[in-house]
């Protein structure tokens, strides 16, 4: 649509705006990040920068707090962790809040290996403990400043991942998949991570986001903070391994601080961000119920949360691929579903009515997995049930050739990211299953639709870093026209007329040789797919 008004993208690829969901047009700056490496550098210079009266507030499904923002590891010159720097803001003036992912489960009983939940716990208490390097302080400055968020589903997660600064009143709001962990310090081609003897990276995005969205996303922590500060004190047994000796063990201690603060200062009006030609929604995911344990189960309702729950990111997402007519680009960790989701909210259906309108569909996933979900760590180049019979199999024959699937090589694709069209993208912490749809992980998500080149510049960024070749004066205006780069995931969706080797060759028109093929075709089965390599060449893009 490179010809459509602003008010046509925003009518044809955003939900309609509410006053829970407003959509902002022209005042908000929409910014993709891509990796780790230029993500945690942002964030260290921000909270090098932070002084008397700024603020930080940090949501996050887990945190090291060891982590040093600049890529440093102990025992190295300069290292210092991030933990530190926001303690010494924070004894400074600095209004430091951090939230913690926990579980109604886990995150009372901390040994218990599930999720990051058991990690959280110690870190929260690791983080209030500390005292600054820089400076003397007769108690620990965040001791009350960072709190475990175990409300939600059973079976659920508060998933949400974002960071907010505020720097003389002025925000900047940042939204993700990326945690505060080392492993996601990586950066294309993705070699510097080693999963024991084999190689491993980390790709992962953010939206740095300015104005009034940027108000939209400290408004979702606040909502976060007063939530969790609210929550029924709960015991814990006061285990600790070994590496945490520093901290007291033995007999039990308090999940959260017994009263931490639970307002926050009030929002300066911000100054003007214009962003011509552009719109912004933020959108979120909640279940509506709590469980509680106070001397027994029962529910309680989160405050400012409809019966029904939100699902403002299923409403953004359906609309969004609804209303593509060119090509859908998704990357997800998964891309099938897991315990607590919820058919109503499942998205596979909307993929099927896409190709069967002819939009190309295009999928990345992982070639390894997050340590962190356990079993052997390489995933197999094959599609995953639920997309093969939910989407594929309901498909005609034609219309199949409308979808591809790709894992990246030695790569924990953990982007929640989706283009449409060259003109909406969606930056957040939400992935693919519905149990994100539905709220069942609490999440945020970022959205955006322009007129301009923005999403089309981040298309040709994505595509050349999974393909593993620089963007020079040549190749770049190749890949950013639309209809020759579709050709990199299907030969048959070149123009007709169009050499088929294009993307393999170099001397050609367009034509490139990348250092590395990444790039792996998902088939139905192992077995088909050993099968099939002995006799094709299936490792290079648009062989497929």
């Not at 260290?44 to 923002?69: K, N, R, S, T």
């Not at 912004?280 to 989160?302: E, G």
């Amino acid at each position: 649509m490179p010809h459509a008004s602003l008010s046509d993208l925003i009518g044809r690829y955003l939900p309609p705006a509410t006053e829970a969901c407003p959509t902002f047009t022209e005042n908000s700056l929409f910014e993709p990040i891509v990796d780790g490496v230029t993500y945690f550098t942002e964030l260290a210079a921000h909270m090098e920068a932070l002084g008397p009266g700024d603020a930080v507030y940090i949501a996050g499904y887990q945190a090291d707090p060891q982590l040093d923002l600049t890529g440093r590891v102990a025992g190295e010159t300069g290292f210092r962790p991030f933990t530190d720097v926001l303690a010494e803001k924070a004894a400074g003036g600095t209004d430091v809040r951090i939230v913690l992912s926990a579980a109604e489960f886990s995150g009372g009983v901390p040994w218990l290996p599930v999720g990051p939940f058991r990690a959280n716990t110690l870190a929260a208490r690791v983080i209030r403990a500390w005292k600054p390097s820089t400076r003397d302080v007769a108690t620990p400055p965040l001791e009350d400043r960072v709190l475990l968020d175990w409300s939600g589903p059973v079976l659920g997660s508060n998933h949400q991942k974002l960071v907010v600064f505020s720097h003389g009143g002025v925000l900047t709001a940042y939204v993700g998949g990326l945690d505060l962990s080392p492993t996601r310090f990586d950066h294309s081609p993705h070699h510097r991570l080693k999963l024991g003897e084999h190689r491993w990276g980390w790709h992962d995005a953010a939206a740095r986001l300015h104005g009034p969205a940027a108000v939209r996303v400290r408004e979702t922590f606040q909502f976060r903070w007063q939530n969790t500060a609210a929550l029924p004190p709960r015991q814990i047994a006061k285990n600790l391994p070994p590496e945490y000796f520093h901290l007291p063990s033995g007999g039990f201690t308090w999940l959260n601080p017994v009263d931490p603060p639970r307002d926050l200062p009030p929002v300066t009006a911000q100054p003007e961000h214009p962003a011509e030609g552009t719109a912004v929604q933020v959108v979120r995911s909640y279940r509506p119920w709590s469980l509680y344990r106070h001397r027994a189960w029962h529910r309680m309702r989160r405050a400012n949360v409809v019966r029904a729950g939100i699902q403002e990111i299923y409403h953004a997402m359906t609309t969004a691929i609804g209303a593509a007519e060119r090509y859908i680009y998704l990357e997800d960790q998964y891309f099938h579903e897991s315990p607590g989701g919820d058919p109503r909210f499942q998205l596979y259906g909307q993929l099927r009515s896409a190709a069967r309108r002819g939009v190309k569909i295009i999928l990345i996933g992982s070639g390894r997995r997050d340590p962190a979900d356990g079993g052997d760590s390489t995933v197999h180049p094959v599609i995953t049930h639920d997309l093969r019979w939910r989407v594929l199999a309901r498909l005609p024959v034609a219309a199949r050739r409308n979808v591809v699937m790709y894992r990246v090589d030695n790569l924990t694709v953990h982007t929640k990211l989706m283009l449409v069209d060259d003109v909406f993208a969606s930056i957040g912490s939400a992935n693919f299953f519905s149990r994100s749809m539905v709220g069942t992980d609490s999440e945020i998500t970022s959205t955006f639709v322009t007129t301009g080149s923005l999403v089309r510049d981040l298309r040709v960024k994505l595509w050349a870093e999974h393909l593993r070749t620089p963007l020079d004066e040549r190749l770049a205006p190749a890949m950013a026209d639309l209809d020759t780069a579709l050709g990199i995931w299907r030969r048959e969706w070149l123009p007709d007329g169009h050499p088929p080797e294009t993307w393999r060759r170099p001397g050609l028109p367009a034509g490139f040789a990348p250092s590395e093929w990444a790039l792996t075709p998902a088939r139905y089965s192992p077995a088909v797919w050993h099968r099939e390599r002995k006799t094709a060449r299936w490792g290079r893009p648009g062989s497929g």
